[in-house]
């Protein structure tokens, strides 16, 4: 081939025409948002999956207790007390007043999802707000609420929450809300180191070139770019906080009698694990499911917002396809 | 690095002086305010007025205050409002007792989580890395006290093996071998908790650290994979174990709290929630001030750690490790 | 064939993803001489940096494996090699220096502890004597007081210092062969030229043959005896530097030949960029992988996939434009290749 052929195949700067692709780029897959992606991601993962079922399952337990209850959970019947599970009117008995623990452990599921539900919104609102002022405004405002962050650190969540409730009284609403105050540290961290990076961002700094508020580029710019992450934690507050409370509740310094809680209905059986040791099984076998499927259901989320995600292919499999490569060579 | 610990010493204390505030002001927030909680219920006008002069409680709250925190720095926790028993009588040996169940289980757990972390982030979602994860889901949503109680009705009523409780038996005090049989139930509770973290901990830091440019080119030196593993990667991977390790003080201690009541093992966090329950609030400020004390050293060890093991961790690098 | 020290045949490495196999190199065959530097130039995704990751076989940590081929190193197949014998080769007879030297050394070793490192992994030699080859070699690289130098950690130097440390870490065995990926891409302009300055000089008194990878044309002219062009997992031509420069044949070639600065065009025009982005390699499209983008591209390049041609002596294209015979050579690409 001669060297004017080459040429002729040189296109010309600046000629716009010559510039042109003549096919169009091979089409994209559709555009599918962030958040219906990680839709399908979530339901496509079984166990986040299964959390959602179980979680949902003990949702409508709650709040339809009244009708799927058979007992009144505080009607002391003490001819039937002590009755082991499997008894004709008492599937799974009645404790030593004769109280029904299938009745007592459907209410219990209101107290431990109002709980867990309630202080998560708290603390994340809470850790939210000084998490965003301090990674945004930095400087002193940083060190302060940082400081703040270390002090509560410092002294064990429960502590403070036994202090609080044994000082102002173990009442439900405190409750909620004490749990709600001493647990804000985790999210505000995160918050604040999100905002960390992306305050940096260019479309941050244009934002604040054009003159848009500070509380603006807050709402609009920072916060909505950190939502995947703030859900995340949330989902895993509530697991937190429904252990925490039946461990408050097991204690004595949470749910008081005559209401009755997962947590209270544990310290009750551990008292008559010689009579009746099934007793205890029920109400921590609750506790338990439920929060795993809640840190299911947090996990699938995060699992399904993180564009890193490995495929999880075991080395030994990558091994044994070398081997066959190999194989195939000789 | 002096002026490095400096100012990590200087930055704990303020930590510990806000804490003191926190709790003193708590204290005095309470509805009808310190002498209602101080003063033993049914008291006539006259006593009341008297008991209180006596603990200073007519005095301005910043004077209360600093007789406080005084007498807490010279080792005066005060007194109990019943029977008038020095705090610290009270409080010292159960420091004792959960410093030896939170050790034995602590260093337990390490003991176990740290290699099986490294073995796991080098075998990826083998069989043990699956049943670490499985642990680590159980650990996570376990309450610990059913599980302290499901242990109990299991080995020590049903099999009738071990103790159900308490830290010895009756009339066996100081005997060694009596203390190990009383150990193993809440160690076992309490390593299943650590180890759900501390397992998953450890393997994500080397997973990230065995992700970065240096292991690569450590590999392209041609070395064996063992040496790139314990000799590259461990020493950057303990890095962040480090810090997880101090931040984490105050739930475990919390964490032992719970079990120590399961097991009714004569520890601080049991006295807490005996003392909470007994309304005797200069005990619970003690431990609170003693906790925040244990919590912010442990933190300071742990930053200086840090800062043997990273050499980048300088004099000049602002805030230190924790912010 | 003498003289050869390296010759990849048909290597094709891929990755494992949700999709299924995504092959980053697809059978691509290059060759380099005993001293001599082969420049391979491409836009990032083309799959170069696999390609000199399969090489050292560090590709089977990051996740790949080579599903095909071969890899002639001094005869020895590297890619039928276990991981166990690679040990022996990789640092002592092939040495790799990667792009970004903030985060190539560990952070918390000193400087002369690494370099001392790998000479200990291969020779026999005391530690006091490789201490004391490890500041030789930082006095070879221009190193400023290396007794002191040695004793600092990676943190406490510059980006160009750094560099310079891991080019003595890599060279402090005397390999027969250094891979270099984008060695320079990560530093500024006047550090980048002292590097490369660096490199060809310690070519010169090691004898060592030299396989760079860069996206920067200028590089390659400064640094090549031969040039490879990658994209999207295949080359796509292949030459001598005067071949590559003065005869560019893939439209592509062209293409990046454009956009440099000052080569062509005149001062006021418009700077030349090639239309598109590169494909995924999860996501090619039919034909000729460059036919999207391809200012000449016709109806058989959508459909047919040009193999590698030789079109003048020892130039090879992957090009319908200069394919007389049209379809030709699809499938028997690869063995033209052999006798390169």
């Given amino acids: 081939m001669s060297v004017a052929n080459l040429k002729e195949i040189q296109p010309e700067p600046g000629h716009d025409t010559d510039l042109q692709p003549i096919l169009p780029l091979p089409p994209s897959e559709k555009p599918i948002g962030l958040w219906h992606m990680a839709f399908k991601k979530f339901m496509s993962n079984p166990f986040a999956v299964s959390g959602l079922v179980v979680v949902l399952f003990f949702v409508i337990v709650a709040v339809f207790a009244r009708v799927i209850a058979p007992y009144d959970p505080a009607a002391i019947d003490l001819l039937n007390a002590n009755l082991p599970a499997g008894s004709p009117n008492h599937l799974f008995g009645t404790d030593e007043l004769g109280r029904d623990i299938l009745t007592r452990l459907i209410y219990s599921s209101q107290v431990s999802l109002l709980v867990g539900f309630s202080v998560a919104l708290i603390s994340v609102v809470i850790g939210t707000i000084i998490g965003s002022v301090s990674g945004y405004f930095g400087g002193f405002v940083d060190t302060f609420f940082m400081r703040i962050v270390d002090v509560m650190n410092s002294i064990p969540t429960l502590f403070l929450n036994i202090l609080v409730l044994s000082i102002f009284g173990s009442k439900f609403s405190y409750m909620i809300l004490i749990m709600g105050f001493t647990s804000w540290m985790g999210s505000a961290r995160l918050v604040r180191g999100t905002f960390l990076q992306l305050r940096e961002m260019q479309y941050v700094e244009a934002a604040r070139a054009i003159g848009v508020s500070s509380w603006s580029i807050i709402g609009r710019h920072l916060l909505r770019n950190s939502t995947a992450p703030i859900i995340v934690n949330a989902t895993l507050m509530v697991g937190g906080a429904i252990l925490a409370e039946s461990g408050l509740s097991y204690l004595g310094l949470g749910v008081q009698l005559p209401d009755t809680s997962w947590g209270l209905m544990l310290s009750n059986a551990q008292q008559f694990m010689l009579v009746d040791p099934m007793q205890a099984l029920y109400p921590g076998l609750c506790i338990f499911l439920v929060v795993l499927a809640v840190n299911f259901i947090g996990d699938g989320i995060r699992d399904a917002f993180d564009p890193r995600k490995k495929v999880k292919i075991p080395r030994r499999r990558l091994q044994q396809w070398r081997e066959s490569f190999l194989k195939s060579k000789i | ?323 | 064939m003498a003289g050869k020290l390296l010759e990849i045949q048909n290597l094709t490495t891929g990755f494992v993803t949700e999709k299924g196999i995504a092959k980053a190199t697809d059978r691509i065959s290059l060759s380099v001489e005993k001293g001599k530097t082969l420049c391979i130039v491409g836009e990032s995704g083309s799959g170069k940096s696999v390609a000199s990751l399969s090489i050292m076989r560090l590709v089977d940590y990051a996740g790949g494996t080579i599903f095909e081929g071969s890899i002639r190193f001094n005869g020895d197949d590297l890619a039928a090699k276990s991981q166990k014998d690679m040990i022996n080769i990789r640092g002592e007879h092939i040495a790799m220096i990667f792009q970004d030297p903030m985060s190539a050394l560990n952070p918390v070793f000193t400087i002369g502890d690494q370099i001392a490192e790998s000479l200990q992994l291969h020779q026999r030699i005391s530690r006091p004597e490789a201490w004391r080859q490890a500041i030789d070699m930082l006095q070879m690289v221009g190193i400023p007081d290396p007794e002191l130098r040695a004793k600092q950690y990676p943190h406490e130097m510059s980006g160009g210092m750094r560099q310079r440390v891991v080019i003595a870490m890599a060279l402090v065995c005397k390999p027969a062969l250094l891979i270099a990926d984008e060695p320079t891409t990560a530093l500024d302009v006047t550090v980048q030229a002292q590097i490369l300055e660096l490199l060809r000089r310690l070519q010169d008194e090691l004898g060592m043959a030299i396989v760079l990878i860069t996206h920067d044309m200028g590089v390659a002219a400064e640094m090549a005896d031969r040039i490879a062009v990658m994209y999207a997992g295949k080359i796509v031509e292949e030459g001598t530097v005067l071949d590559i420069f003065d005869h560019p044949s893939h439209p592509y070639t062209i293409g990046l030949l454009n956009s440099i600065p000052g080569l062509e065009g005149t001062r006021g025009e418009e700077l030349y960029t090639i239309p598109g982005t590169i494909p995924s390699i999860n996501n090619l499209p039919a034909g000729c992988r460059f036919n999207p983008r391809c200012v000449k591209a016709e109806d058989r390049c959508r459909h047919q996939e040009p193999g590698l041609n030789e079109y003048r002596t020892d130039h090879h294209v992957a090009c319908w434009l200069y394919s007389s015979e049209g379809a030709r050579n699809t499938a028997g690409s690869a063995s033209e290749v052999n006798h390169l």
């Fill in chain 2, 1 to 323: 690095m002096t002026e490095f610990l400096i100012r990590r010493v200087l930055q704990s204390l303020l930590v510990l002086f806000l804490i003191s505030i926190v709790t003193f002001g708590l204290i005095h927030a309470a509805p009808g305010g310190p002498t209602q909680i101080f003063l033993s219920p049914g008291l006539s006008q006259e006593a009341g007025r008297i008991q209180a002069h006596n603990l200073g409680l007519d005095q301005p709250v910043y004077i209360q205050y600093v007789r406080w925190l005084g007498g807490m720095l010279q080792g005066d926790l005060g007194q109990t409002f019943k029977n008038n028993l020095p705090v610290s009588e009270i409080l010292w040996p159960t420091v004792q007792n959960t410093v030896i169940l939170m050790g034995v289980a602590w260093l337990f757990a390490m003991l176990i989580a740290i290699p099986w972390g490294i073995y796991n982030s080098t075998s990826e979602y083998g069989i043990s890395d699956q049943t670490a994860s499985m642990i680590s889901y159980i650990g996570f949503a376990m309450p610990v006290f059913w599980f302290g109680i499901m242990l109990q009705e299991l080995i020590s009523i049903k099999w009738d093996l071990l103790p159900l409780s308490d830290m010895y038996t009756m009339g066996k005090e100081g005997d060694m071998g009596d203390l190990f049989m009383h150990l193993v139930l809440p160690v076992s509770v309490l390593t299943l908790g650590f180890l759900a973290s501390y397992v998953k901990y450890s393997r994500t830091s080397m997973l990230e650290v065995l992700d970065q440019d240096y292991i690569r080119t450590a590999r392209a030196k041609g070395m064996k994979e063992r040496r790139v593993v314990f000799r590259h990667a461990l020493r950057n991977a303990m890095i962040p174990i480090i810090t997880i390790l101090g931040l984490d003080l105050p739930i475990l201690v919390a964490g032992a709290a719970i079990t120590e009541s399961v097991f009714n093992w004569p520890g601080m966090g049991r006295l807490f929630i005996e003392m909470a329950v007994a309304r005797e609030y200069s005990v619970l400020m003690a431990i609170t001030v003693i906790t925040a004390v244990i919590v912010v050293v442990g933190n300071l060890i742990a930053d200086i750690l840090y800062a043997i093991v990273d050499p980048r961790v300088q004099i000049g690098r602002k805030g230190g490790v924790s912010s």
